[in-house]
């Protein structure tokens, strides 16, 4: 199975748009690994479009401060559809399933606590990673591509579609290929 990997969507719908009309030709199905909205900005039109593609996807920190009581504002907007909000404050923390035999589990933030912790590839951290027991493992939070291997776990972070951080200031993506066990970074 292709999966196609978004994260840290901030709101950027065109950039969502580009993501999931690429995906139409590269993947079977669409993951969101968090932080569709930005704190105190309930976009609608971005938790419409992951919705209407049926993605899986994982509340982010942004996502929580939105349906916390400080954002309590966000939330009661003229422009806020009840549909979408009740399908974002549906989702959890994790997500984990087996594909193609492989075990994948899908946070936003470090799987360890501190859950938001920012790990990038060169942090000491990953190398606990094998005792997850997953061989997948989806991240977002750095706003940072990455398609590395620690260990025996395949560790895949798409970026950012609102925010890049890297040099390549386009919003990336991922396809993952869990049949093959690897992942590509694209770029919108």
């Not at 569709?36 to 994982?58: C, D, M, N, Q, W």
């Not at 950012?160 to 890297?166: D, V, W």
Request: glycine residues 12%; proline residues 5%; contains cysteine.
């Amino acid at each position: 199975m292709r999966i196609g990997v978004v994260s840290d969507v901030h709101g950027n719908v065109p950039a969502l748009e580009a993501a999931l009309a690429r995906f139409e030709h590269e993947a079977d199905v669409v993951w969101c690994a968090g932080d569709i909205v930005h704190e105190y900005r309930f976009s609608s039109p971005a938790v419409g479009l992951l919705r209407k593609a049926g993605a899986t996807a994982v509340l982010g920190n942004h996502d929580m401060v939105l349906l916390s009581p400080a954002g309590v504002n966000a939330r009661t907007a003229e422009h806020v559809e009840a549909e979408e909000l009740a399908w974002l404050s549906g989702l959890g923390l994790s997500h984990e399933t087996v594909v193609d035999g492989r075990r994948i589990r899908m946070v936003h933030g470090s799987p360890w606590d501190p859950y938001g912790d920012y790990l990038r590839a060169h942090n000491p951290k990953w190398k606990e990673v094998d005792g997850l027991g997953v061989d997948i493992l989806v991240v977002g939070h750095t706003h940072e591509p990455m398609v590395e291997r620690f260990g025996r776990t395949l560790v895949v972070n798409p970026g950012s579609l609102g925010e890049p951080r890297q040099a390549d200031r386009r919003g990336s993506y991922a396809v993952l290929d869990t049949e093959a066990g690897d992942a590509e970074i694209g770029y919108v």
